[in-house]
């Protein structure tokens, strides 16, 4: 019950679009990060069937240039974004097929899945991607890709769509040419700076983004069966994250990626941290419990840890490594002096695993 004089009171503030903090605390500040992404994951049996329909369906034009399924997770009000400020898609090229040149603000990278002369050419710089291969796109630059083979080029994209939007920063433009003159040699970035360690002597250090277009697998796993000689956390086992080799940095200002092998037998702590991120199994089966509920997941799936949520990982194999691509908007957090992390301190650093997650009782509870 109000009194008559607050009504009016909070009536006047309303129809001069104005609200009084006492009635909205909570709501504006809650006392911990109250996340409306949710975790979630999308079944590679899925994800891979529509993108086969949809190869089989859809054809790639201007206008409709990217043959890209966009992840829209459940919380996000129809939103196609999988977190609140990551975009993630699963995208397919036929054989054969051009994606078109253009550029954008937005910020991408790119995880190869399956195909054979599979290429993306970034500002010139045309570069071959095979399976486990990363790639980066820096904003503002001209790409495209596409499948010189006779099968599809499958993989995943990261791009930070939802935080551009936000921030009202979305700039977009198509190229006058389908395909962008090679002016570089072939795969040229990886000869440059492919080592890391060493970099051309005349040229300056590159620090806005990584000179390295592609990360190659073969680098990728020797650098996680080598740390696997020497360390682990904890928390997500043999885990290497991608950096720019001219500053140590994460490849890109709104987006890091991670590959991780969680070795047989396995089972991490659980931490939390203020970020979000995107996984995608890229090899092996396992789960990971996020928020007391468990994800069984398998190689392709891709599935979701929002902000704050604790989680860990598991493989109970006992022969066969798992590995875990992703994406995550933790830069953006640490630049803001935002980021924050924690280890679950109770029952020896592991939840209680409530529930295995159900997609249709996760939405009916909602
Ligand atoms: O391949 O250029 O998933 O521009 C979303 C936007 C992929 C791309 C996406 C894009 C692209
Ligand atoms: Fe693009």
């Given at each position: 019950?109000?009194?008559?004089e607050f009504?009016?009171l909070y009536?006047?503030?309303g129809?001069?679009?104005?609200q009084?903090l006492?009635?909205?605390?909570s709501?504006?500040m809650p006392?911990e990060?109250?996340?409306k992404t949710i ?5 590679w ?8 329909r949809s ?7 201007r206008?409709?240039?990217r043959?890209a399924l966009?992840l ?11 977190t ?9 090229l ?7 040149a ?6 991408a990278?790119?995880?190869m899945?399956?195909?054979?002369g ?5 500002q010139?710089d045309k ?5 486990g291969?990363?790639?980066?796109n ?6 495209d890709h ?13 791009l930070d769509v939802p935080l551009?939007n936000?921030?009202?920063a979305?700039?977009?433009e198509?190229g006058t040419?389908?395909v962008?003159?090679v002016?570089r ?20 250090p ?6 390295l ?8 796993e020797?650098?996680l069966?080598n ?10 086992d043999?885990?290497?994250?991608f950096?720019?080799p001219h500053?140590g940095?994460?490849v ?6 991670w ?11 659980a931490?939390?941290q203020?970020n979000?991120?995107?996984y995608?199994v890229?090899e092996g089966?396992g789960?990971?419990?996020?928020a ?18 604790y989680h ?8 066969e490594?798992?590995?875990l691509f ?7 957090l640490?630049?803001l002096?935002?980021y ?13 695993t409530k529930e295995?997650f159900?997609?249709?009782r996760?939405?009916?509870h909602r």
């Open positions: 019950m109000i009194e008559p009504e009016r009536e006047d503030m129809r001069n679009h104005i009084p006492w009635r909205a605390e709501s504006v006392s990060p109250a996340p975790p979630w994951i999308w079944k049996s899925q994800l891979s069937s529509l993108a086969r190869g089989e369906l859809v054809t790639l034009s206008g409709g240039d043959r966009g829209a997770n459940p919380g996000l009000g129809g939103f196609p974004y999988a609140a400020t990551l975009w993630a898609a699963v995208q397919w036929n054989g054969g097929e051009v994606a078109p253009h550029r954008h603000s937005a910020q990278v790119r995880f899945i399956d195909g054979e599979a290429y993306s050419t970034v010139g570069v071959y991607l095979e399976r291969d990363f790639a980066i820096p904003p503002w630059h001209w790409h596409g499948s010189e083979g006779d099968g599809p080029a499958i993989w995943m994209d990261g551009n936000y921030l009202d979305v700039f977009f198509q040419k389908d962008q003159e002016t040699v072939v795969d040229g970035s990886v000869l440059k700076y492919g080592l890391g360690q060493l970099r051309p002597a005349w040229e300056a590159c620090q806005e983004y990584s000179p277009c592609t990360y190659k697998w073969t680098a990728t020797q650098a069966n740390l696997a000689k020497v360390s682990a956390s904890p928390f997500d043999v885990a290497i994250e950096t720019n500053t940095r994460p890109m200002n709104t987006m890091t990626a590959v991780q092998m969680l070795r047989p037998g396995i089972h991490t702590k931490h939390r203020v979000s991120a995107v995608h890229f089966r789960a990971t419990i996020i007391g509920v468990r994800f069984d997941w398998e190689q392709g799936d891709i599935f979701v840890i929002p902000s704050w949520a860990e990982h598991v493989n109970a194999s006992k022969s490594r798992a590995i992703s994406i995550q908007d933790t830069p953006v640490v630049a002096g935002k924050r992390e924690e280890a679950l301190a109770t029952n020896g650093g592991h939840q209680e295995v159900d997609a249709e996760t939405l009916a």
